[in-house]
T-cell receptor, first 114, second 112 residues
Framework: DAGITQSPRHKVTETGTPVTLRCHQTENHRYMYWYRQDPGHGLRLIHYSYGVKDTDKGEVSDGYSVSRSKTEDFLLTLESATSSQTSVYFC?????????????FGQGTRLTVV | GESVGLHLPTLSVQEGDNSIINCAYSNSASDYFIWYKQESGKGPQFIIDIRSNMDKRQGQRVTVLLNKTVKHLSLQIAATQPGDSAVYFCAENLNYGQNFVFGPGTRLSVLP
């Protein structure tokens, strides 16, 4: 794996509770992404970051927030978890233009909201 | 994970045969494409990429073909092995834009 660690790997939480997922990289890559993966929808972008404190929304950002205070860490927060947020969440990283251009993925976090 | 691909098209091939997985991409202006492999319970893994100024690129046992006229990508796997069983995704990117757009995926099943 390309130096990406997601934590936790599995989590069960109750509806209405806050949840934070962590993505940690050791590659010093500029870009970091959070995707969710659901049957019938494939991989969909939630939020991404293009630098420390620089983030932007993806196509399914409602109900999620992110923070990036350090290059190596990108946090995804569900302020008040709902059952529709039950999914597998993947973090990905990507270097700057001129470097390796593919996105590398973490192992995923399986989140269940009950 | 295990829930990925419940509704995906499936390609079944005999071990040792060649596999061809197809993908239609959405944006005619996309200029960079990647194929990923995802095994059950794991994250997508990079296989091979191609830029729009090429129409073919070869790797180890894999070849990607790009047809920009009809916005079509294909992944060819030579001498398919049991370890090739997985879900395969194509992804497109525009002008080193921030985001990749992923296709829905195809499940490859290798029969003994």
């Amino acid at each position: 794996d390309a130096g990406i660690t997601q934590s936790p790997r599995h989590k069960v939480t109750e509806t209405g509770t806050p949840v934070t997922l962590r993505c940690h990289q050791t590659e010093n890559h500029r870009y970091m992404y959070w995707y969710r993966q659901d049957p019938g929808h494939g991989l969909r972008l939630i939020h991404y970051s293009y630098g420390v404190k620089d983030t932007d929304k993806g196509e399914v950002s409602d109900g999620y927030s992110v923070s990036r205070s350090k290059t190596e860490d990108f946090l995804l927060t569900l302020e008040s978890a709902t059952s529709s947020q039950t999914s597998v969440y993947f973090c990905a990283i990507r270097g700057s233009q001129g470097e390796r251009t593919e996105a590398f993925f973490g192992q995923g976090t399986r989140l269940t909201v009950v | 994970g295990e829930s990925v691909g419940l509704h995906l098209p499936t390609l079944s091939v005999q071990e040792g045969d060649n596999s061809i997985i197809n993908c239609a991409y959405s944006n005619s202006a996309s200029d960079y494409f990647i194929w990923y492999k995802q095994e059950s319970g794991k994250g997508p893994q990079f296989i091979i990429d191609i830029r729009s100024n090429m129409d073919k690129r070869q790797g180890q046992r894999v070849t990607v073909l790009l047809n920009k006229t009809v916005k079509h990508l294909s992944l060819q796997i030579a001498a398919t092995q049991p370890g090739d069983s997985a879900v395969y995704f194509c992804a497109e990117n525009l002008n080193y834009g921030q985001n990749f757009v992923f296709g829905p995926g195809t499940r490859l099943s290798v029969l003994p």
